[in-house]
Antibody, heavy 125, light 107 residues
């Protein structure tokens, strides 16, 4: 069974840092791009970042560029999101999602076909 | 940046009704569009990609159409289990923007 399990969320003060992890199982992790998507309380979905299957290509939403870093360890089947300089507006449930192919957009992209249960990040003093 | 606008933001329909949700891109995105369903308190689920390709396991009452800037998600016969918020997402570029969502309720 394909599974994604996020961890690392919590309460952090503004300006602080957190590292989220997403442990994957049930599929060949290195063959698929992965994404992080967040959802603020009572709000819609916001794409945060994506990484290709090899890890060689990374992409970020403007709202997090320069503060967040996506990475993956294909030997450990784990996706990461390092979040620095956190702001109140980063408060959200963070989902990791498996993309349907190795690429992160375009002709051979098939959507985010598996989602984790999410981990909650609260930025507050 | 290309903006994705969904309409309506919410709707209420009766069981068995045909429901249509619209997603409009501020610039053309070919058919690089996906639709997701998020039931209350649940994780999002992929329904459709490439504007009209149904994800495996998704009921056939769901369908998608459109290309360029205008797209629609149609539920041919609304069921109680379809109560959810529906999101479109573009993927013509590395910025995978979601629409604002359409909340579907039963009348």
């Amino acid at each position: 069974e394909v599974q994604l399990l996020e961890s690392g969320g919590g309460l952090v003060q503004p300006g602080g840092s957190l590292r989220l992890s997403c442990a994957a199982s049930g599929f060949t992790f290195s063959s698929y791009a992965m994404s992080w998507v967040r959802q603020a309380p009572g709000k819609g979905l916001e794409w945060v970042s994506a990484i290709s299957g090899s890890g060689g290509s990374t992409y970020y939403a403007d709202s997090v560029k320069g503060r967040f870093t996506i990475s993956r360890d294909n030997s450990k089947n784990t996706l990461y999101l390092q979040m620095n300089s956190l702001r109140a507006e980063d408060t959200a449930v963070y989902y990791c999602a498996k993309d349907g192919s190795m690429v992160t957009f375009g002709y051979y992209y098939y959507g985010m076909d598996v989602w984790g249960q999410g981990t909650t990040v609260t930025v507050s003093s | 940046d290309i903006q994705m606008t969904q309409s309506p933001s919410s709707l209420s329909a009766s069981v068995g009704d045909r429901v249509t949700i619209t997603c409009r891109a501020s610039q053309g995105i070919s058919n690089y569009l996906a639709w997701y369903q998020q039931k209350p308190g649940k994780v999002p689920k992929l329904l459709i990609y490439a504007a009209s390709t149904l994800q495996s396991g998704v009921p056939s009452r769901f369908s998608g159409s459109g290309s360029g800037t205008d797209f629609t998600l149609t539920i041919s016969s609304l069921q109680p289990e379809d109560v959810a918020t529906y999101y479109c997402q573009k993927y013509n570029s590395a910025l995978l923007t979601f629409g604002g969502g359409t909340k579907v309720e039963i009348k």
